[in-house]
């Protein structure tokens, strides 16, 4: 048996335990629906055939049509693809979209591919699965390594392939192919709504925070931004070269316009500024720590040495289950990621919205409507955490997302 579905079951039943709701309710929620893996065969620029093995997971659809992203990375394994669709349905739940979760994923470097192959690739992927994709059925949206470009050739290759256009079919595309506004910024802003509600409901506290973040690329940046603006000290960023380390804070505009050179934080050199080793990041002294980059980041060999005394969870699963009991016994506040990084999910859904409608949002309302919405799933989870008398927020939040998922299976089924 997959390791996966231990930890699946294992947060499914730390949930269900403290729920009144009988466990068999949740059978469904054990397994995927629907797993399809695939070989993906292109052709290389040379014209040589290269193949890649890739999976679409429709996870549960009780709550409505499967949404999630897909990944391209070279770890990518059918696995990780369940895991994090199991993560999707959980984290659609919290939010209070009417979507159920999915995931899909390709086993490729993409700094390997030219940008044609990359076309093909993407083109070659949506077909493969079209037959699963539909505005009603599973809509898929970027991830890792697939941004706006190659969200706007799989709609243009799903269009061809159905002969109509579909709008709402996928999301995180471009503005000028219907995407949304604000949708780049979404995730990061989404977090730091949701640190900024914590702090008012006094679970962490305090002004002028201390922050780190592991992982410097969309989500990460924007969060920093908005942290910082509020006067809050960005004191260590890191990349996969190095850890970038002041006491005093960081700039962070400058990092910004340094990363979008597509430079290496070990080349960076500034007054003040240490350059330390990658790990590093997430022993630092800080009273936030925002892993916002891999999963399994903090595993029990490190989360003893963990001194912040908040974890903020911006990538999906940086903390494993050992940790999350070291962490729970030092009294470290995890806010999990199925709440902090929902912000791109949520904004995916208003793009379909403003897909299916026709009418489409300024920036400025499209914030206020996260704001609202990611507002609204953090305090629920905190009167969660309250109600059912639990210590983590994680438990928290799993029970909010199985009483919302069991009352539609409830009210499809016969008493
Ligand atoms: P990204 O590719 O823009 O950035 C990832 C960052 O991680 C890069 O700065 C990269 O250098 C860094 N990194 C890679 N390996 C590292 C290592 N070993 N140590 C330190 N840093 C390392 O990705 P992103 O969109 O910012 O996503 C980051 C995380 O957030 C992912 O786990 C993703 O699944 C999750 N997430 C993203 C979104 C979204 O809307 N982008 C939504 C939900 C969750």
Known sequence: MSSIFDTIHHRLSQAIQCTDIPEDVFNGLRYPEKTLAVNLVIRRDDRSFVNFKAW?????????????GIRFHPSVCMDEVMHLAFLMTIKCAIAGLPFGGAKGGVCVDVKKLSEHELERLARAYIKAFASMVGPDKDI????????????????????????????????????????????????????????????????????????????????????????????????????????????????????IRYKDEQRRFSDYEQEKVEVLEPAEVLTIDCDILAPAALADQIHKDNAGQIKASVILELANAPVTEEADSILQDNNVVVIPDVLANSGGVIVSYFEWVQNRTGDYWQKEYVFERLRKQIEKAAADVVCCKEEYQVESLRTAAYILALKEIAEVIMAKNVK
């Open 140 to 255: 898929p949206a970027p991830d890792m390594y697939t941004g706006g470009a190659v969200l706007a050739w799989m709609a243009d290759e799903f269009d061809r392939i159905q002969g109509k256009k579909y709008r709402a079919a996928l999301t995180g595309k471009p503005v000028a192919m219907n995407g949304s506004q604000g949708r780049i910024e979404a995730t990061g802003l989404g977090g730091y709504y949701v640190l900024n509600t914590m702090i008012e409901s006094g679970l962490c506290s305090g002004e002028s925070l201390k922050i780190g973040f592991q992982g410097f690329g969309n989500v990460a940046s924007f969060c920093a931004r908005y942290l910082a603006e509020d006067g809050h000290r960005i004191v260590a960023v890191s990349d996969s070269s190095a850890c970038l380390f002041c006491a005093e804070g960081l700039d962070v505009e400058a990092l």
């Open 56 to 68: 679409r997971c429709q996870y549960d659809s009780s709550r409505g049509p499967t949404k999630g």
